[in-house]
């Protein structure tokens, strides 16, 4: 798997989650509960996942979407 995106937002998180989805884009949310445990204040980044395969693909489907990459 390779990092497509770093973000604290979660509503950045949610909207690349769903154009992946829309796109048949496998795709996987790491450090989720790490940043449970730092209690919500948004210092720790989560991390989204896709597949080798997939990542220039989803590259494309966040720059099309104006969704920033983070890294």
């Known amino acids: 798997m390779k990092e497509l995106l770093r973000s604290t937002d979660p509503t950045v998180l949610a909207f690349a989650s ?3 989805q829309g796109e048949d884009i496998d795709c996987f949310q790491m450090d989720v509960n790490m940043s449970i445990l730092e209690g919500g204040i948004g210092i ?3 991390r989204m996942m896709v597949r080798c395969a997939d990542y220039d693909e989803a590259a494309r489907v966040m720059r099309d979407n104006d969704v920033p990459l983070g890294q």
């Open 18 to 20: 769903a154009l992946l």
């Open 44 to 46: 720790f980044p989560r």
